[in-house]
């Protein structure tokens, strides 16, 4: 079994900052990849950040500058560092990660639960 686990959400000015944290535990192998996604209430999910097992990032315009994801492989852990949040960055933003579970597995998709970020004067 594999969970990630969410946290760091909250409540903040516009121009504030929040770090998330995604920590994946359970069985596992490898990670190869995780991506930070948000869906605010009546809008699909986006992508907002990624990086994969090598280091190459990516990330949606609207955040790119202000957002950094950032990942530490001993704790298989993934961060989203947010600065000079606005309020259209208000969602629920959840973790995806590919992981192998063994050496000999191919890679599965696991989500979060989500974690509220709410950018609010």
């Known amino acids: 079994q594999v969970q990630l686990v969410e946290s760091g959400g909250g409540s903040v000015q516009p121009g504030g900052s929040l770090r998330l944290s995604c920590a994946a535990s359970?069985?596992?192998?490898?990670?190869?990849?995780t991506g930070w996604y948000r869906q605010a209430p009546g809008k699909q999910r986006e992508l907002v950040a990624s990086?994969?097992?090598?280091?190459?990032?990516n990330y949606a315009g609207s955040v790119e500058g202000r957002f950094t994801i950032s990942r530490d492989n001993a704790k298989n852990t993934v961060y989203l560092q947010m600065n000079s949040l606005k309020p259209e960055d208000t969602a629920v933003y959840y973790c995806?990660?590919?992981?192998?579970?063994?050496?000999?597995?191919?890679?599965?998709?696991?989500w979060g639960q989500g974690t509220q970020v709410t950018v609010s004067s």
């Open positions: 990086v994969t097992s090598g280091g190459s990032t």
């Open positions: 995806n990660a590919a992981i192998r579970t063994t050496r000999y597995s191919g890679s599965a998709f696991y």
């Open positions: 359970g069985s596992i192998f490898s990670i190869n990849y």
